[in-house]
C-alpha cells in the first residue's frame, strides 16, 4: 500500500476524533520510521511508522493511529500528564472498540495482543519477530 494511502486513513482517523472531541487541529505524517510513533503535543504532530501497516495490516496501523490520538484527548480534555496509565487505557480501549478492536495484551505502551470483537487474531507480536525485521523494542512516548 502506498504510503499516501495510508496518511489518507490516518487523516480521517484523526480528523474523526478532532471532531468528535472538539479538538485543536493536530498534524500527522505517516513516515518511515525504525523507531515508535510520537505525539508532540506543543507542536500538534503526531508520526505514525509505516511498519505497522507492513507488520499488521489496516487493524493494527489504524490501533495504532487511534493510540497516538489518544494522547491528544488526554492532553487536551483531561489535562493528563501521564503516559500510558489506567486512564489513558480506558479511553484507547473505548476508541478501539468502536472500530471492532480488542487489545487482550499490552507490552509497555503498546499493543502485544489484538483480536476483533469476534475473538480473530488481528496482530502479535513477539520478540523475535521484531528482531527478524531489524525494529527497536517499543519504547513508551
Known sequence: MKIQTLQ??????VNLYISKYKLEPINIRVKKLRACGRARYRTRFLS???WTYEQGGMEYF????????VHFIMHDIHNYKGN???KFREMEILLL????IVPLEYKKAYYQRMEDVNGKLLWL?????RIKERLKE???S
Open 8 to 13: 489518507e486513513k490516518a487523516e480521517e482517523i
Open 125 to 129: 507480536d513477539t520478540k523475535a519477530k
Open 84 to 86: 500510558h496509565g489506567k
Open 97 to 100: 472498540k468502536e472500530h471492532n
Open 48 to 50: 505514525v511508522p509505516v
Open 62 to 69: 489504524t490501533a495504532y493511529t487511534i493510540h497516538e490520538v
Open 138 to 140: 517499543y519504547e513508551i
